[in-house]
């Protein structure tokens, strides 16, 4: 089925230890985004890609840095991942806002 | 400060009753609105969505009214049943000159549907 895929589903990380958050989609979307969502807080948006080429800071970007490695990837990097980013996190893609997003199932990460 | 607050962070229907979802914005900006829901352990799906030229957009059960003037909306269900029991995001973008522009969410409202 068409739509956007996260990896990995559940990561669990020691304060300190990096990885990369990968979102792929297939929609021929042009943006695409990386919101975090926390209890309650809601979703509030990391960086996003407007377009391939283009990455722009969102509400929470600090600790984050991300890639838009073509039209179909967006990954998220955390260099140096601290407990406070233990949180939810969802890709998403859009044609254009308006037109509403997909979003991935999420990534369920850990820091301890 | 949140652009999008959604006050009741949640809400118990009896089924087959309305469900009214609240929403209000603060930027004037803002020209188009969506609903989305959210169930555990799943990404959140578009539901409905609404234009500032529009005051109400209807799609089967699910009605969204704007009130531009007081900037608010509200998600109705009608008749609410226990599979909508979820997480309801509002959200609202600004779309000038056709440009790509970021949702910003509300915080969500768990709706729960009691049999």
């Known amino acids: 089925n068409a739509g956007v895929t996260q990896t990995p589903k559940f990561q669990v990380l020691k304060t300190g230890q990096s990885m990369t958050l990968q979102c792929a989609q297939d929609?021929?979307?042009?943006?695409m985004y990386w919101y975090r969502q926390d209890p309650g807080m809601g979703l509030r948006l990391i960086y996003y890609?407007?377009?391939?080429?283009?990455?722009d800071k969102g509400e929470v970007p600090n600790g984050y840095n991300v890639s838009r490695l073509n039209k179909r990837e967006f990954s998220l990097r955390l260099e140096s991942a601290a407990p406070s980013q233990t949180s939810v996190y969802f890709c998403?893609?859009?044609?254009?806002?308006?037109?509403?997003?997909?979003f991935g199932s999420g990534t369920r990460l850990t820091v301890v | 400060d949140q652009q999008v607050k959604q006050n009741s962070p949640s809400l118990s229907v009896q089924e087959g009753r309305i469900s009214i979802l609240n929403c209000d914005y603060t930027?004037?900006?803002?020209?188009?609105f969506l609903w989305y829901k959210k169930y555990p352990a799943e990404g959140p799906t578009f539901l409905i969505s609404?234009?500032?030229?529009?005051d109400k957009n209807e799609d089967g059960r699910f009605t969204v009214f704007l009130n531009k003037s007081a900037k608010h909306l509200s998600l109705h269900i009608v008749p609410s049943q226990p599979g909508d029991s979820a997480v309801y995001f509002c959200?609202?973008?600004?779309?000038?000159?056709?440009?790509?522009?970021?949702?910003?969410f509300g915080k969500g409202t768990l709706l729960t549907v009691n049999p």
């Open positions: 609404i234009s500032s030229i529009k």
């Open positions: 890609s407007a377009s391939e080429g283009t990455t």
């Open positions: 930027n004037s900006m803002f020209d188009y």
């Open positions: 959200a609202a973008t600004g779309n000038s000159g056709g440009s790509n522009y970021k949702l910003t």
């Open positions: 929609m021929n979307h042009n943006s």
């Open positions: 998403a893609s859009s044609r254009t806002a308006n037109y509403g997003y997909t």
